[in-house]
């Protein structure tokens, strides 16, 4: 009887061993993906790179305004070696306005401009720490960057906490 006690202790023990102390996920990245529902679509592509040591350059200066809009901090990063986790994810950008329409003939007046943008999912990660998490298009073709550069997207980067995800 003494035996079948401890064993079952022991069972009870070990089962929790291996288990995490991140809330439940064991890859750097799921985190965001749980936090804010995204559902990725197949293997998550993983690169390295080294932060820069401040966010002056154009395209680190919107990934750290988009990651403060979400609640995250780049800069106790700044220099560090991380993984960025890319995730093609079902969520999509919603956007809705109107341009004006210009011919030979001169204006044709507004014309509504309604889509859905695809988006990929970016994980910043140091260690097995996340730092940040943002979109940005799938497919940043033609269209997207006229549509960009109309102002139809906040940046080329977007919060993960934008309200016009869907």
């Not at 999509?92 to 509504?112: A, D, L, N, R």
């Amino acid at each position: 009887m003494r035996y079948f006690i401890f064993s079952v202790c022991f069972a009870v023990l070990i089962s929790g061993c291996g288990g995490n102390q991140d809330g439940g996920t064991s890859n750097p990245g799921q985190d965001v993906l749980a936090k804010y529902a995204f559902q990725a679509e197949g293997a998550p592509v993983i690169t390295s790179a080294i932060l820069p040591t401040d966010f002056t350059e154009p395209s680190w200066s919107q990934k750290s305004t988009v990651c403060r809009d979400a609640g995250y901090d780049l800069a106790p990063h700044a220099g560090q070696n991380v993984s960025l986790i890319r995730y093609t994810v079902k969520e999509k950008y919603g956007y809705h306005g109107f341009i004006y329409v210009y011919s030979e003939q001169g204006s044709m007046g507004p014309q509504e401009v309604t889509g859905e943008l695809p988006l990929y999912l970016w994980v910043v990660v140091s260690g097995q720490e996340t730092v940040c998490g943002y979109l940005s298009a799938s497919d940043p073709n033609t269209e997207y960057l006229s549509l960009l550069h109309m102002g139809f997207f906040p940046s080329q980067f977007i919060a993960v906490n934008d309200e016009h995800i869907i």
